[in-house]
């Protein structure tokens, strides 16, 4: 099994995505073993009909053999109610092995979509969802439904070809004639199929994307009126996807209707030249009868090994796919950070988006820092570089000496917690959001942060730590989602701790006692924070860093940049 999924895998979707394809196949080989298995005994059992049906005309209606008649027909009794059987069981079976072998290429894809490098660009949310539900589905339904079914077409194609050998030889060689032309459409026909499935596939993505990004931001649209041009725009991109979906039906029935086309040539000539040999005597009508089910049998086997080619076409668009996001994962390597208390060092560092002037720093264990800088000048993504979730541009960060590109990100974030000023609350309770820091963490633990947060009389007031929690926070204040993630983090040891705006939406008196709790019960861990305003700028600094730009920076406005303001006001007070 181990090297058979690799090869089928390299065979059927191309060495890039046997690289990630394979372990999955692998997983999924046996049961496909099962399933074909049973497959194929199903094929064998509706193969033996046409030849009972011959035995029941000739050796019972024919021959006038009331017994033999009986024996016959009894037998294709019992053989249709065990393929009837045979049939559910079958059905069952094949659900239960190609829904495991969707779970397991899901949960694949899940994790490196989640893993995604932040150096990669991002895929839209749709567009990731469409990815991760419409082209798994296309490789299942590929590697369970066409290959399968291909396999037992080949199967009962070679079984129908041999008893109709058995029936009459030369007459068998009627169905191989056709052979030639019909690998020749074959292939001319491909490519199209390929380009109709990366343009519905594509319009899928961006059908998703729109989709997505509407249903988040309804209430904006909403307060700005604009839902029905965003409606006109869903329809227009549905009409874009039903249009592509019926170029792409069209094409896949013009195919197949060559094979039907095919079939019914030759049932033509087999009506025509095998009633000619009952006429003349020297077939019984049986054995005419038998034939033509046999070639009327070929019909869907042909059709699904004409389907098979094409199917790979489009299942390898959507290997394409999903291969973008396998290959956009970071994979989770790297060497641990050092112990002890952390020093940050930036060494000539910008990041990537930043356009402030490189920025030599250190900052010692446990030390208060303001970074300070107009908006959009970088320091977010500065911030960011130091857990690997910004690539820098240009210079280098060090945790205690240990350049951070080198350092594995997981244990990285275990060390550094970063708090951006619009943080993922999940739909669930308050203490399913607070333990998504801490699952181990007991009820006392999680009222301890709480407190310091400020939130304990919300929370006594609503349902305690059971309190439920919309999705994404959206019953909940900007401040109260803002106060539940600065709780959250506490629950993490960290060393160093960066607010980004992490108190931009509390009230300011809220806001200084949360930061007193936080000063008193973390001395020392390093606290960064970056604020235009508020308490957050207040209090001793060990550091007050200006990230500076030699760029004109526009988004200043009269002049002034927002933290020189800022600045002003401090001084007043
Ligand atoms: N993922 C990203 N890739 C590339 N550039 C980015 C990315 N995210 C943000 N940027 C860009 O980086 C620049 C700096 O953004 P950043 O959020 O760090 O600024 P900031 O100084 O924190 O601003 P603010 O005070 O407004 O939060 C912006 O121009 C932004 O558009």
């Not at 394979?22 to 046409?50: D, F, K, Y």
């Not at 590109?405 to 993922?424: E, F, N, S, T, V």
């Not at 019960?521 to 960064?528: L, S």
């Amino acid at each position: 099994m181990d090297r058979l999924a690799p090869r089928l895998a390299r065979l059927i979707f191309g060495a890039d995505a046997a690289r990630w394809l394979a372990p999955v196949m692998a997983r999924a080989l046996p049961g496909a073993g099962l399933v074909l298995v049973a497959s194929l005994s199903a094929a064998a059992l509706g193969l033996a009909m046409p030849m009972l049906t011959r035995q029941v005309i000739d050796a019972g209606i024919m021959a006038r053999d009331m017994g033999a008649l009986v024996f016959w027909a009894a037998l294709s009794f019992a053989l249709g109610l065990g393929a009837v059987g045979f049939g559910i069981v079958n059905s069952m079976l094949h659900l239960r092995v190609s829904a495991a072998m969707l779970a397991d290429l899901r949960g694949r894809l899940f994790g490196a979509a989640l893993a995604r490098d932040p150096a990669r660009p991002d895929l839209p949310l749709g567009e990731a969802m469409a990815r991760l539900d419409g082209d798994c589905a296309e490789i299942q339904s590929f590697a369970f439904d066409t290959v399968l079914i291909a396999i037992g077409a080949v199967f009962r194609l070679a079984g129908g070809l041999a008893l109709m050998v058995a029936l009459d030889w030369r007459m068998a060689m009627l169905p191989l004639l056709a052979a030639p032309f019909e690998l020749w459409f074959l292939s001319r026909a491909r490519p199209r199929t390929q380009r109709l499935a990366e343009t519905t596939r594509e319009l899928r993505g961006a059908l998703s994307t729109q989709m997505a990004e509407t249903l988040s931001a309804r209430a904006t649209l909403r307060g700005l009126d604009a839902l029905d041009q965003r409606g006109a725009g869903f329809a227009r991109a549905q009409g874009d996807q039903i249009a592509s979906l019926l170029r792409q039906r069209i094409w896949s029935e013009t195919v197949g209707a060559v094979s039907q086309i095919i079939t019914a040539i030759l049932r033509g000539a087999i009506l025509l030249v095998g009633g000619w040999q009952v006429v003349r005597g020297e077939w019984q009508i049986g054995t005419l009868v038998a034939f033509l089910a046999y070639a009327g049998m070929m019909s869907g086997p042909l059709r699904n090994l004409l389907g098979l080619y094409h199917a790979q076409a489009r299942a390898r668009v959507a290997t394409d796919r999903l291969g973008g996001v396998i290959d956009s994962a970071r994979p989770d390597d790297g060497a641990p950070p050092p112990p002890g208390s952390a020093t940050l060092t930036l060494r000539g560092a910008r990041a990537v988006g930043g356009i402030h002037d490189p920025l030599d720093l250190t900052i010692p264990p446990g030390q208060r820092v303001l970074l300070d800088g107009p908006s959009g000048i970088g320091k977010s993504r500065l911030m960011a570089a130091l857990t690997r979730d910004a690539p820098l541009a240009e210079g280098a960060a060090l945790f205690s000496a240990a350049d951070i590109a080198g350092l594995r990100a997981r244990a990285l974030i275990a060390r550094i917690a970063h708090l951006a000023q619009r943080p993922a609350i999940l739909r669930g309770t308050l203490a399913g959001n607070l333990r998504l820091a801490a699952p181990d963490a007991d009820d006392a633990a999680l009222w301890r942060v709480l407190a310091d947060a400020d939130l304990v009389d919300w929370a006594r007031g609503a349902a305690g730590l059971d309190t439920p929690v919309a999705e994404t926070g959206a019953d909940l204040s900007g401040g109260l989602r803002q106060r539940i993630a600065i709780a959250r983090a506490l629950l993490r040891p960290a060393d160093v701790m960066i607010f980004d705006e992490a108190f931009s939406e509390i009230d300011d008196a809220a806001c200084r006692r949360i930061l007193a709790a936080i000063d008193a019960h973390c001395p020392g861990r390093t606290r960064i924070f970056i604020a235009h305003s508020g308490p957050a700028r207040e209090g001793r600094f060990d550091q007050r860093i200006t990230l500076t730009s030699s760029v004109a920076i526009f988004l200043s406005s009269r002049g002034e940049a927002p933290y020189q303001r800022e600045n002003a006001r401090e001084k007043a007070v």
